[in-house]
């Protein structure tokens, strides 16, 4: 076994004072959240070269597929998450076996999801565009665009778990270089497709999905072989391959925290496909202007969503590592950071709102548009993060149900049907109110249970 196998990466300094705890999140935090700005990058690139190359049209026919490809892969990212707490907890215990083995259980489910999305979307892509209303002027461009993505779901589903179990064992710089390698073969290869350049054929709206695919197996590739190098906890090797089935008592457990999470999200993204289409009812251009958006937003959201991972895994190590007592004082620095890094980004997106939508829209009544909607929902994000870190740390300990339920219940029973009326009762602009309405209930139902009910449970390791 390698060096790097049997002395684990101390991560979280579980009995470290106040100010040591700091660094410890932001050394974790700051390449992880670098890798998910380069996630939110390379749509964004995908964006603007469909939009400002092609047309909105184009940007709209591929914004009216991501709430259905969020759809497909909610699953994976909350197995994902799931099997990082399992191996965060392992990792802390000392157990580099047990990483092994929770690690092969959840690739093996992993690449049998992978190959039944690619069959069923693949084969039923039109029908689901046509389901969530898409305008009927972007209907074939959208289809054609998803039926290709939804193919490559095993190799990206595969991709997107080997990011989330490195965090498990502390790493996040290797799944940086990753993305910095997919996003910048997506930067050179997205616009060549589109203007057939140095010999390559013209792909129009399939360019991004031709060049995403590319640049995520290649980069799959450089990573089973610099994992390999390294001896790293989580590199294919013959330890890996021996683990590579399904262990029905490591599976449940795997579920039992992503299950619930993957449900989650996949209730959230059909609340958001519901979301998407009231506002295709407004036409191709609201489409549009969703789109532009939801770039923007990314920008925020991913940051936050990343201070959330890291209070997650730094529970689940603290939990293996028997020091519970860390617990409240990992959920006070997630707390404190979101505040200052996501109330910092709303802050500058808010001072160059028109200048972040011209980059998508060519059109000035869209841009116009696409602002109004950012301004109204942007703070609110905030609130999300809040939401989020609170209920990562719960995670850390196997409690989900009840986080869940609090979510579904803020999107599900107070974003949509406040979306349907206001939609009806005040336009477009009444969908993006119902997004601070939502995350401010989801916010005041986590920070209610985590205080009066989970603070007072016993908390033990999982594996």
Do not use: C
């Not at 100010?19 to 603007?48: C, D, E, H, R, Y």
């Not at 401010?440 to 205080?451: E, T």
Request: hydrophobic content about 60%; aromatic content about 10%; overall charge positive.
């Amino acid at each position: 076994m390698s060096e790097a196998i049997q002395r684990p990466v101390p991560t979280l300094p579980v009995a470290a004072p106040a100010p040591v705890l700091w660094k410890a999140f932001l050394l974790f935090l700051g390449p992880m959240m670098l890798s998910n700005i380069l996630q939110a990058l390379s749509g964004t690139i995908n964006g603007i070269y469909l939009g400002q190359m092609i047309g909105v049209g184009a940007l709209a026919a591929v914004s009216a597929f991501f709430p259905i490809l969020f759809f497909f892969i909610s699953f994976i990212i909350g197995l994902g998450g799931g099997a990082s707490v399992l191996i965060g907890q392992a990792w802390g215990a000392r157990d580099p076996e047990k990483v092994k083995a929770i690690a092969g259980t959840t690739l093996s489910v992993t690449i049998l999801a992978g190959l039944a999305v690619a069959l069923f979307g693949g084969a039923f892509t039109r029908s689901l565009l046509a389901v969530v209303g898409t305008p009927p002027d972007i209907l074939a461009d959208s289809t054609a665009y998803a039926r290709i993505m939804l193919i490559a779901m095993p190799g990206l589903f595969v991709f997107i778990l080997m990011t989330s179990m490195m965090r498990g064992v502390g790493d996040t710089v290797t799944p940086l270089f990753v993305l910095l390698l997919q996003t910048g073969i997506g930067l050179l290869l997205t616009p060549a497709l589109i203007r057939g350049w140095g010999g390559l054929p013209q792909m129009g709206v399939l360019s991004g999905a031709y060049a995403a695919i590319v640049s995520f197996l290649v980069a799959l590739a450089w990573l089973a072989v610099h994992l390999r190098r390294r001896g790293h906890a989580l590199a294919p090797d013959a330890a890996l391959l021996r683990h590579l089935w399904i262990d029905p008592k490591i599976l449940r457990a795997v579920l039992r925290i992503g299950l619930p999470s993957g449900v989650q999200l996949v209730l959230v993204s059909v609340a958001e496909v519901a979301v998407l289409s009231f506002v295709n009812g407004f036409g191709s251009d609201a489409t549009a202007a969703y789109g532009a958006v939801n770039q923007v937003v990314s920008y925020v959201q991913f940051p936050a969503i990343s201070i959330a991972i890291t209070a997650s895994i730094f529970g689940a190590q603290a939990i293996g590592a028997g020091r519970v007592d860390r617990l409240g004082a990992i959920t006070r620095t997630g707390i404190l950071l979101n505040l200052a890094v996501t109330g910092g980004l709303v802050a500058v997106a808010y001072l160059f709102s028109r200048t972040l939508m011209g980059f998508f829209l060519t059109s000035g009544p869209v841009i116009e548009l696409a602002q109004t909607l950012l301004h109204i929902t942007l703070w609110s994000y905030i609130m999300f993060g809040l939401a989020a870190v609170v209920a990562g740390v719960m995670r850390a300990s196997g409690t989900v149900l009840a986080p869940m339920a609090i979510s579904l219940f803020a999107i599900l029973g107070v974003e949509v049907p406040v979306a349907w009326w206001l939609s009806h009762s005040i336009g477009i602009n009444g969908i993006w109110i119902a997004y601070p309405i939502a995350f401010g209930v989801m916010a005041l139902g986590q920070a209610a249970y985590y205080r009066l009910v989970w603070r007072k449970q016993a908390i033990r390791r999982l594996v």
